[in-house]
């Protein structure tokens, strides 16, 4: 209780002192400022990276694995990998009937070519083979027309389903449907376009960018070695709960489809947005920790102020700590009152930062990415200025503290 | 004052300090300084007591012992039946806010705040709740015949009303002593003489008062006076009423 009082106390002391010293006290706060946004808009940078990220990978679904024959994100040694027979067709048939409608199976095969419409021409733009089970496994559906049905996959029928980028760049605002592009040199019928998925995230996949057709017409026109080569089984669990269990499973499963005896590694891979994520995850979290060393330099630069002013403010005071002791001021008492007194500079440094930075990721989340300021970005900042106002003020606080009463009072 | 009026009820039979050959050294580097060479005095409650002495006649040290800002290199100080040398630096605090009240030749009163919150604060140093130091402020600065300034700050007052807010100030924790060094030093003699009608009220009041001064016009006040030289006591002496 008594405590609590002195506390009271010394932050009513605190306050006084800096209205009696209006400019000096806004001139330290700035360099308190200019630290926390720094510190927090590193923080909302990293929170907005994951964000984009997060939407970019959206299509590719949580509750999806994807059987390839390589890993998306290589780890170790190249060379262990691309010996890896192909995955073809067949294995995909196959996995399909082992795991009996316990999931729902997709096979794609996909290669880069150049469409053309009319005198419109698109190169290198991403053609993607599959069947009508496209639209089960990934969220994406089609914005106007329809998505490729059975029947367009058994009967090998020449259409097309075109990604939002593609319709732009090929057609303009003209209405796609029902019109003829070519793929490579085989013609194609526009029956749909996706809506938009995005994806292009720092030069990922842009999923905008890509023609599905169905995937016998995919081996028709463009080989792939009658579908021998280059598949992807895409695996859809019923639930995101499933999707552990249903990943042993297809490991299983895919193993026995490989003919692997129990000694030999897999010579396929196993892909899901949890490894994307985990990857992302790493990079980002080396990007943060150093985005934060360098911000907080500029915090503790900002820091050396304050504790440089509380030395001022402790010299020109000395007059004033020896009154104070000659009434009765505790060492301590003098010690509260001056870290309070830097405390509440760098507080209120700290929530002009804390708007400064709020106004700056608003603009930032209209402008550039997707970025929020989260309560606990808000909470370590408030806790951050708080604790650099307590370092800062200490040495001072304590040189104050410790003054000769005598000396003290004489000091003109 | 409750304490005030036991006083009245008993005076001059309890002392309220005592010091006993009392030497205090100050270590200048190469030399050293005696600044007080074994003074023993002894002061009672509700006394009204002048300490003189030329300029190094060590009547700052002794003032500074006194008031426990300073400790004696040796000897004892005791004051109402405590021991002050061996204290640590916060016990030293506290009976400097409990037990004396300083009444400086400069005023020394803190320049930003208000003369209320001056005068309040060594009530907060005290740990005493707001309503009570609000209504004790208040009583004591109507006391020195400054309750329309409460508002003020220092330096919009003139130097006669500055010392009747130090006087306030000393009051307001009950001290035992006051200590007023050289409490006129900075006044004119009209504005001198009220400021010693105050401290003679105090002392008609029951409270014990110290006087350090160089004018024989203003010790004339004191009931007794107490002469230094060299650091050692050349006369202490009643003063005859004028």
């Known amino acids: 209780m008594r405590v609590l009082r002195d506390i009271v106390e010394a932050f009513r002391i605190a306050l006084y002192a800096m209205r009696a010293n209006k400019a000096r006290g806004a001139l330290t706060t700035l360099g308190i400022i200019i630290g926390i946004v720094a510190v927090i808009l590193t923080m909302t940078a990293a929170n907005g990276l994951q964000n984009t990220f997060r939407q970019s990978f959206a299509s590719v679904g949580a509750d999806v694995i994807y059987v390839s024959r390589m890993p998306w994100v290589i780890q170790g040694d190249f060379f262990l990998y691309r010996n890896r027979p192909q995955l073809d067709l067949k294995m995909a048939a196959e996995l399909e009937s082992r795991l009996r409608g316990k999931a729902i199976v997709n096979p794609t095969m996909d290669t880069g070519r150049d469409v053309k419409y009319r005198s419109e021409t698109q190169s290198g733009l991403r053609i993607i083979g599959t069947t009508e089970k496209q639209s089960l496994v990934a969220s994406a559906q089609p914005e106007i027309g329809r998505f490729l049905n059975e029947f367009d996959v058994t009967y090998k029928k020449n259409v097309c389903v075109i990604g939002t980028d593609v319709r732009d760049a090929l057609f303009g605002s003209a209405n796609p449907l029902n019109q003829s592009i070519n793929i490579g040199r085989t013609r194609f019928r526009v029956i749909g376009v996706m809506e938009k998925q995005g994806g292009s995230f ?211 | 004052m409750t304490r005030a009026s036991e006083d009245l009820r008993q005076p001059d039979t309890v002392a309220a300090l005592s010091l006993r050959d009392v030497v205090k050294t100050y270590d200048m580097g190469t030399i050293q300084v005696q600044a007080l060479r074994g003074v023993s005095l002894d002061i009672a409650r509700n006394e009204y007591v002048s300490i003189m002495g030329p300029s190094g006649s060590g009547k700052s040290t002794l003032m500074h012992v006194i008031g426990c800002l300073d400790v004696p290199t040796s000897g004892t100080y005791t004051l109402e039946g405590q021991t002050v040398a061996d204290m640590s630096e916060n016990q030293l605090a506290e009976i400097r806010n409990e037990m004396i009240g300083f009444v400086f030749q400069t005023f020394n009163l803190i320049p930003r705040v208000s003369i209320f919150q001056n005068v309040e604060l060594p009530m907060i140093y005290a740990g005493i709740s707001r309503g009570e130091r609000r209504r004790r402020a208040t009583a004591a600065i109507e006391r020195v015949g400054l309750a329309d300034r409460m508002k003020h700050k220092p330096n919009e007052l003139s130097g006669g009303q500055r010392q009747r807010v130090a006087i306030a100030r000393a009051l307001v924790c009950n001290p035992s002593i006051i200590l007023a060094d050289e409490p006129t030093g900075n006044l004119d003699s009209k504005t001198g003489a009220e400021i010693m009608g105050i401290l003679d009220g105090l002392h008609d009041e029951g409270q014990t008062i110290i006087l350090v001064t160089h004018e024989d016009y203003i010790a004339q006040h004191a009931r007794r006076t107490i002469r230094l030289r060299d650091g050692v006591i050349e006369s202490d002496e009643e003063v005859r009423a004028s």
């Open chain 1, 202 to 412: 720092l030069g990922g996949p842009n999923f905008d960018r890509q023609i599905y057709i169905p995937i016998t017409s995919y081996v028709k026109a463009f080989g792939g070695q009658h579908g021998r080569q280059g598949v992807d089984i895409a695996v859809k669990a019923p639930s995101k709960e499933a999707l552990e269990e249903l990943e042993f499973e297809v490991m299983g499963e895919m193993r026995k489809i490989r003919k692997l005896r129990p000694t030999q590694d897999d010579n396929f891979s196993i892909n899901k947005l949890d490894t994307l994520v985990g990857a992302f995850n790493n990079v980002m979290g080396v990007v943060l920790l150093v985005g934060l060393l360098v911000t907080s330099i500029s915090l503790f630069v900002g820091g050396v102020g304050v504790m440089n002013i509380m030395f001022v403010s402790v010299t020109e005071r000395t007059r004033e700590i020896g009154i104070r002791k000659s009434i009765g001021a505790k060492p301590y008492s003098i010690l509260l009152q001056f870290l309070f007194e830097s405390a509440s500079i760098c507080l209120l440094g700290g929530t002009i930062g804390i708007v400064v930075a709020s106004i700056l990721t608003a603009v930032i989340n209209k402008v550039l990415m997707p970025a929020s300021v989260s309560f606990l970005i808000l909470f370590l900042a408030v806790a951050v200025s708080i604790a650099v106002g307590v370092v800062a003020g200490l040495v001072p606080a304590i040189r104050g503290s410790r003054l000769n009463p005598i000396e003290a009072l004489r000091y003109e």
